[in-house]
Structures are given as C-alpha cells and as structure tokens.
C-alpha cells in the first residue's frame, strides 16, 4: 500500500489531512472498559497516525481532540480528558522533535487551567524550529466559536467592512492552508462543527471504524481513495 502512495502525483496528494477522532467512549464500552481507557487508547492512536502521516509526506495535520461542546460532558469524564492530554502533551513532545514535528494548537486555549496552558506552551515553544509536519491539535475548538472570534478580532483592528481574506487571516488555524482531505471515524456523517469555514471544498472519508482502532493502513486507504477523486472546485 506504500508503494501505491508513493506513486500519486504530488497534485493528487493531500498535504493537509484533518481528522474528527470519533468513538473513543463506544470502542470501551463495547469491549467491555471504563469510557476513560477508550480516551486513553485514543492517545495511542494519534502516535500511530502522526507517525504514518509523516511518513508518506503530509505536511499538516489537524486533529479533532477536544470541542466546545464537550465541555458538557461529565466533571468526571471532562477532568480525566485534562489529565489525559496534559501528560500526553508532556510525553510526548520529545518524541514529536525527534520527528521534527512542530506543534499548533487550534482554539479557545485561554479557557484552560493555567497548569494546563503552561505545558501547552512549553510544547508549542520547544516544537517551534521544526519543520518536516505541522500537527495542528483543535483543542476547546468550535467552528463557529472560531468564525465569531475572527470577525470579533477584524472589528477590534478597526475593519468596518470585512472580507473573506480577512476572515481567513485571523482564523485559529492561520497560516495552515484548508484541509484537502476531512476523515472521520466511527461511521458517524456530520461535520461536528469542525473546520466549517476550511472545509468549504475539502474531501471527506468516514470509516465505521472507532478511533481507537484506526490505524497506518487505514489513513493510506483514505489517502489513495482521495487521490482517486477529481476535485473540480466548483469549476
């Protein structure tokens, strides 16, 4: 399957990949585990895909790890998801400069605990020279949030008519160029308030595999199913 890859013109392959991580809670309790070990699981598997992604030359890659709206979720569960993503954030840095990954964080990061924001910041800051992929982490992240605080930003900087350009320059993901291709697991066919500006054009693959056991082989089967595809842009 590698080797499929590695024959796609460099204009039928995706650059920037991003991911809605889906059905962490259902893999664990369908195999019978506490909701918080599917999180934990989940972890593992964005090692896996870092790793893969990088391998067959994706230059950026956006991650769907924690939304607005999961915040509703249990003080119990929305703490464990804290923990959980300070220590891999922690542990996992050296091995993202080893791979000369840097790191980009998409969101509302000023509503988390200072502890918290403090390791983001050290991650972000030690990650900074490298260049061989982005990973872009949609942390405290809603779509909508995001097109409401880029216009806020625009009206502050004194803009009284506002164009797409604008909107574009002052979004979290600035300056990550728009996902060519959008994969979802868990079978689920919504967007989730996720990238709804950047995806105006993007393809999408859904798998009805559950995170935890999405794996190499299947972000390479998205990737040649994408490089398969005609993309007219409305043209």
């Known amino acids: 399957m590698i080797d ?9 392959f995706p650059q920037h990949i991003a991911i809605i991580m889906d059905g962490n809670r259902r893999w664990a309790v369908e195999k019978g585990y506490p909701k918080f070990y599917g999180h ?25 790890a924690f939304s ?9 569960e929305v703490s464990t998801l804290m923990a959980l993503l300070k220590q891999a954030i922690k542990t996992y840095t050296p091995e993202l400069l080893e791979n000369d990954v840097s ?20 991650s972000v800051l030690k990650l900074s020279n490298c260049s061989s992929m982005v990973l872009n982490l949609a942390l405290n992240y809603g779509g909508r949030a995001e097109i409401v605080d880029a216009v806020n930003k625009c009206l502050k900087n004194g803009l009284t008519e506002i164009t797409e350009k604008d909107i574009n320059d002052n979004l979290y993901t600035h300056p990550l160029p728009d996902p060519d291709l959008i994969i979802r697991t868990s079978g689920e066919m919504r967007i989730s308030n996720f990238l709804i500006w950047q995806s105006a054009y993007s393809e999408f693959f859904v798998t009805s ?11 390479f089967e998205a990737v040649i199913n994408y490089s398969k595809r005609e993309r007219r842009m409305g043209r």
Do not use: C
């Open 209 to 219: 595999k559950y995170w935890p056991d999405f794996d190499e082989k299947d972000l």
């Open 40 to 64: 934990k699981k989940g972890i593992d598997t964005v090692k896996t895909v870092v790793k893969a992604a990088k391998k067959i030359g994706v230059k950026y890659l956006t991650l769907y």
């Open 4 to 12: 499929q890859i590695r024959k796609i013109p460099k204009e039928k």
């Open 68 to 76: 607005t709206e999961n915040w509703k979720r249990s003080n119990k």
């Open 103 to 122: 790191l980009k964080i998409s969101g509302r990061v000023q509503e988390f605990s200072a502890e918290l924001k403090k390791e983001i910041d050290k």
